[in-house]
């Protein structure tokens, strides 16, 4: 016994110089590991996951001691989250359904690797009770509840009849069909309005009405079956409460398998596009401590009514007048859940572990804190411009954390070099940022935006920072169509004021003339320069955006006076041209900007509060002979594909009618025993395939053509 | 300094300008009058015209290449000929520029100035804009591009010689360009060619365009007679400063060394997961390239030619170099004919004007098939081989995956006098592959022979083992490995026999 302890003690000591360099690479911690070395718990888990919920998860197994195993896909062999565990397997080809959905192959690894226990992260199985039974039955524990919450919160009637015996309040509706226009007016007087009629088999938003009297009630039922009977060929139709301009906001659940169960208060998510959260905080500036309270103990009640272990949560509608609805309970760790860490000081997945391994809850209810305001924003490969985000996918030739910057975690997956597929979520990472307050939260959190360095694919950090800086925003006053209420054209990135044109503009031509004067030093030369005079001021013309602008730079000392729009602003800064963020004070004012790309021909992209302009400098005198060059009109050969070489088709992945998106791969040639992957230009629907498997092609063979 | 020529259609009318009027005015007026004639060039119609056309005058174009009043100009009083002389301050070089079409007399001119940036060491740029030889002048004008190209070919490996086609440039006068060490053009305005459209079809009855004929894009991805092609004047003439910026000014002097931001033992850790596991995926050789050149700026020489080698200049540590790569992507990054020429012709540049060179390889190769045989890959592939073997700068390689066969002997190996020569962990140096070996040596009878050549012979250590690669190196430290190499050799002294010139296989 004395030999085992030590030998713990000892293989702790290992971990711990381990733990604290993995701290190091990976982010500051803004919630606390407390571990007791004499608590017994796993020796080797598995984690089933990938991406930056798997080396969440392995962090606190490597705090606790606990060895883990990755699981992975051929394409991710390479991944994070594999170098940090362990150990790791491949289970599988890239597409989900045949690695990190493939039972039998995960199943296979926990035997293998004797691991005793499986986190799901979120997403793929973890919320599979299939999976969580399977585990059972190998006598492997499941981090998360047992299988019988696991089917009730999942199954949308049972879950809302559970909750309304549990007293939990619910969207008032009729829990039946309607007959006829009378039936729906007297249903909807009792529900109170507005109401929603909504068809039985509905969906996507057909034969769905809203009314707000009972005129519109007995018109939306007339339309709403007509509509439902041509859609769906069924018009049965259903009325329930239409809670206006709703919020989303959920509370977290931690329960133990001893019957204790905690609320560790509510986080905000009330922005998201197309149903997916995008911005999420903790606590919410909405809610007083009493629908606080109300909430959490009605969440707390759900729990213990489906005997909950593990941490969950408790999803809740909350309208304009605090009322707040069930809408559905998440039987697994969410992807937001660093907020509450950050308020609570809690490490969830430890308490998962815990719980999971047999122990009681080591807080009460009073213990739990709201310490603070902490702010998570969802960083994700794709472009803001289009629909408020769609995927974009490539390598990230350049990334850095902006964790440099105090009270800043970043919860990622990925580092400089990897892959976004179109295999997985293209999520990058999630950046969370902590104050005593919300407004420092918050603006620690522009900082962290403009800190992060994110080359190779399209991101979302100009929505994230347009957002975060909206004035509806910073006053709380969201909900769940805060982006189409704020940008009903779509978001186009920040709108520059006069101020911060000029001081992009001064930026620009500082920049341009930094890099002009040190292609001139040359070192070591060997002949002496035949300068005629030391240049010191430049008439340059920027363009930027519609405009035109003279820009007058004169160099003085070490910093840079410019004149636009006759005003004069000083610009300062250490010029180096090297690093992707370039810290600049302009008349006082400190900006953080990125020179994003720079040619010879004077075009540059310059990331500036979030969004990337692109400008073209030029001296005054190119600028004046530019109206002579010819207009070309820009070839388009985005939507045709081109063999580039003579080869064989291996693989087609589209038909015509697909839609694809940029970089989306089209095809594979095999040439040389090299298999080359073609890829769509841009996004679009395939018009035409050319091309099977198994075909030869020729060079400039035509493959494959978009509308 | 640097010459910079102009050959220039518009200034033609220069000519005879003083000669009207019956009492000459005093000449201090005389002087000024010539002087407004000279600025005006071909007078404000054919200014007019000329832009018209999408293009610049002479004297535009040097405003944009040259640095602001760094430009002198000489013999403006000189009847049909414009020469320029100017200054450019800042890379405390000068150009010398020439306008006016190519008369007898005019040709003298050029050469003058091309004798003296020779001597001096300068490098020559030539704006060309002409129409050709003017044919009434017959045999003068012949002898007159004859001159040139005899300063050309003098000049040849003495001062970098950069030629932009901004315009026509038929018959003759294409030579000059050809013997210089990099031709630009300008998309959809310039032309080359020998023999211009109306003759192509009176002589062989071809329908063809100007541009189908000599344009920009055939010449950049087709014959290969232009390295690069920009999108119109100004582009062409802020890129062509750009380029200049890598250059030394002659034979005489060292690679230049910029001022470098970029730290020189600065980590590269996506290097270390860029080569893929399967060995026939391919990965894009520019992405390694521009992640361990100094600010991810190169600039690449003929990037739509012969795709399957990549070479152009960058900096590491501010100092230039050149970079040749096999790429992966196209082809397999397989040598064939074109693209040993492209690449024999940039290293014996680097070579020839002390440009330190870098390889990085990954080549299955050389391409087999009739045409490549009929075509003489054996010929051509050696000018590769030679222009490597006979290098004698600084030559530092990389062997990110395959080096296969003789492939691996070209691409700037050991054995060719290499100084430094790195393979990476996914390096595979052998004959072939492990499929072609085993069905030779075993003729398919061994089941297991594959799986045993893989572990013998797909991996760096037979060729570490003898030394024929230096060391086997974390992908990531490439770039601190290369910036440090590169100070070791900075002082690399190495000579061949004597010899007139040696005999490339052209």
């Known amino acids: 016994m004395a030999y085992c302890n030590r030998f713990n003690f000892l293989f702790l000591l290992q971990w711990e110089t381990l733990c604290s360099r993995w701290c190091l690479i990976t982010s500051h911690k803004l919630y606390s590991t407390v571990y007791d070395p004499n608590e017994k718990t796993f020796e080797k888990l598995l984690i089933a ?88 039955s190998e006598g492997v524990t499941f981090i998360g509840p047992d299988t019988h919450a696991i089917q009730a919160m999942g199954d949308k009637i049972e879950s809302k009849l559970l909750a309304k015996n549990a007293k939990v309040n619910t969207i008032p509706g009729f829990d039946g069909v309607v007959k006829d226009a009378d039936e729906a007016v007297r249903i909807a007087r009792e529900i109170g309005y507005p109401v929603m009629i909504k068809a039985s088999a509905g969906g996507g938003g057909k034969g769905m009405r809203i009314a707000w009297d009972d005129e519109e009630t007995r018109e939306g039922f007339r339309f709403s079956s007509q509509e439902a009977a041509s859609s769906f060929g069924d018009d049965r139709l259903l009325i329930e409460k239409f809670i206006d301009n709703p919020r989303h906001i959920e509370i977290q659940v931690l329960a133990d398998k001893h019957g204790n169960a905690l609320w560790l208060n509510e986080r905000e998510c009330s922005i998201q596009r197309r149903n997916q959260k995008v911005v999420e905080e903790a606590p919410s500036t909405f ?32 309208d304009s007048s605090k009322n707040f609805y069930f809408l559905e309970m998440n039987t697994r760790l969410q992807v937001e859940h660093p907020v509450t860490e950050c308020i609570t000081g809690l490490d969830l997945v430890q308490e998962m572990i815990r719980v999971a391994k047999g122990y009681p809850l080591r807080h009460t209810q009073a213990d739990i804190p709201i310490n603070g305001w902490a702010v998570e924003c969802r960083v994700y490969a794709e472009d803001p411009y289009k629909s408020f985000g769609l995927p974009s996918i490539g390598k990230l030739s350049q990334y850095q954390e ?140 920027v363009h930027l955006g519609d405009g035109i602008y003279p820009v007058a730079v004169s160099k003085d000392g070490s910093s840079f006076s410019v004149e636009v729009d006759g005003m004069k602003l000083n610009v300062t800064s250490e010029w180096n041209l090297a690093s992707p963020l370039l810290s600049v004070t302009i008349d006082g004012t400190q900006r953080t900007i990125q020179r994003i790309s720079r040619n010879a021909s004077g075009e540059t992209s310059i990331q500036f509060l979030g969004t990337v302009y692109k400008l073209q400098i030029l001296t005054k005198v190119a600028a004046e002979l530019s109206k002579y060059m010819p207009e070309k009109a820009a070839e388009d050969t985005s939507s045709i594909l081109r063999s580039p070489m003579p080869g064989t088709v291996v693989a087609v992945s589209v038909k015509p009618g697909d839609m694809v998106s940029e970089g989306q791969e089209i095809c594979v040639i095999e040439a040389m025993k090299m298999q080359n992957s073609m890829i769509a230009a841009k996004t679009g629907k395939v018009k035409a395939v050319h091309c099977k498997a198994g075909d030869t092609v020729g060079e400039e063979d035509l493959l494959v053509e978009l509308e | 300094m ?134 009434q002048e017959g045999v003068e004008s012949l002898a007159g591009y004859a001159d040139i190209f005899l300063r050309n070919v003098l000049c040849s490996g003495v001062i970098p010689q950069i030629s932009l086609i901004m315009g026509p440039c038929a018959g003759g006068a294409v030579y000059s360009p050809a013997l210089t060490d990099f031709t630009f053009m ?34 950049t991805a087709v014959s290969g007679v232009a390295h690069r092609a920009f999108e119109n004047d100004i582009d062409a003439l802020l890129n062509l400063r750009e380029f200049f910026n890598y250059l030394p000014l002659s034979n005489r002097d060292p690679a230049p060394v910029c001022e470098c931001h970029d730290p020189s033992d600065r980590l590269v850790p996506e290097l270390d997961t860029i080569v893929p596991s399967e060995s026939t995926k391919a990965y894009d050789m520019l992405d390694i390239i521009h992640s361990i050149v100094d600010e991810r700026e190169f600039f690449e020489i003929m990037p739509t030619y012969a795709r399957n080698i990549v070479v152009g200049f960058a900096r590491m540590n501010g100092r230039t170099v050149g970079i040749v790569g096999n790429q992966p992507k196209v082809a397999s990054g397989c040598l064939d004919i074109n693209s040993s020429v492209k690449g024999a012709r940039f290293v014996r540049f680097c070579d020839a004007f002390n440009i330190p060179l870098i390889t990085f390889v990954d080549v299955p190769g050389f391409l087999p098939g009739t045409a490549q045989e009929y075509g003489g890959i054996i010929r051509h592939g050696a000018k590769l081989l030679f222009a490597f073997a006979e290098a004698t700068v600084p030559k530092i390689t990389v062997i990110t995956r395959k080096a296969y066969g003789g492939a691996y002997d070209v691409m700037s190996s050991k054995h060719l006098r290499g100084d430094v020569n790195y393979a990476w962990p996914t390096a595979e140096v052998a004959v072939m592959g492990a499929k072609g070996a085993v069905q030779i040596i075993f003729r398919g009878k061994e089941a297991n022979a594959e799986e045993e050549y893989v572990d013998k012979f797909a991996n ?23 910036c440090h190499d590169l100070d070791v050799l900075a002082s690399k002294s190495q000579s061949s026999p004597w010899k007139k010139h040696a005999n490339i296989p052209l």
């Open chain 1, 287 to 318: 809610l007083d401590p009493e629908t606080r309270r109300a909430m959490g103990e009605q969440a707390v009640a759900l729990a213990k009514a489906v005997k909950y272990s593990s941490a969950g949560t408790v999803e809740f509608l909350v």
């Open chain 2, 186 to 219: 300008v998309k959809d305005t310039s032309y080359l060619f020998i023999t211009g459209p109306d003759v192509v079809k009176s002589v062989t009855n071809e329908d063809v365009t100007q541009e189908q004929l000599g344009g920009a894009k055939t010449h």
């Open chain 1, 49 to 136: 996951n990938r991406g930056e919920i798997a080396c969440r998860v392995i962090k606190t197994c490597k705090k606790m001691g606990i060895k883990t195993v990755a699981i992975h896909s051929d394409v991710d062999a390479n991944a994070v989250h594999v170098k940090m565990a362990d150990e790791a397997v491949c289970v599988g080809p890239a597409p989900t359904s045949k690695s990190y959905l493939n039972m039998d192959a995960i199943m296979e690894v926990i035997r293998k690797t004797r691991a005793q226990a499986v986190h799901p992260g979120y997403g793929f199985l973890s919320e599979n009770k299939e999976f969580a039974r399977r585990l059972a």
């Open chain 2, 2 to 135: 640097a010459a910079v020529r102009v050959l220039r259609r518009a200034v033609r009318l220069c000519r005879g300008r003083a000669a009207s009027g019956a009492r000459p005015p005093p000449v201090p007026q005389r002087i000024e009058e010539k002087r407004r004639a000279a600025l005006l060039g071909g007078g404000q119609a054919r200014i007019d015209a000329q832009h018209k056309r999408g293009k610049l005058t002479a004297r535009e174009r040097i405003l944009l290449l040259l640095d602001p009043d760094s430009f002198d100009e000489y013999d403006m009083f000189v009847e049909h000929r414009c020469t320029d002389f100017g200054m450019d301050s800042s890379k405390n070089k000068d150009f010398t520029v020439f306008g006016g079409s190519l008369s007898g007399a005019h040709a003298q001119k050029i050469c003058k100035i091309m004798d003296q940036a020779a001597m001096v060491g300068a490098p020559v740029i030539g704006l060309n804009d002409s129409g050709g030889a003017r044919i």
């Open chain 2, 460 to 482: 760096p250590f037979p060729a570490a083992m003898r030394g024929f690669v230096d060391d086997i190196i974390q992908p990531s430290t490439t770039r601190t490995r290369i």
């Open chain 1, 402 to 541: 902006p964790l440099h910057v105090p009270n800043v975690r970043v919860d990622s997956g990925i580092q400089q070099g990897s892959d976004i597929s179109i295999y997985y979520d293209p999520m990058i990472s999630k950046l969370i940022t902590y104050g005593s307050n919300r407004a420092e939260a918050l603006k620690r959190m522009e900082e962290a935006l403009d800190n992060y360095v994110i080359r190779g694919v399209a991101h979302n950090i100009s929505l994230l920072r347009e957002v975060i800086i909206h004035p509806r925003f910073v006053q709380g006053d969201i909900s769940t169509k805060f982006l189409p209420e704020v940008y009903p054209d779509g978001f186009k990135g920040h709108k520059l004021t006069d101020l911060e044109r000029r001081q992009l503009l001064a930026t620009a031509a500082s920049l341009y003339v930094a890099e002009q004067l040190r292609s001139q030093r040359f070192l070591g030369t060997p002949r002496i320069p035949i300068a005629k005079s030391k240049r010191s001021s430049w008439e340059l013309s």
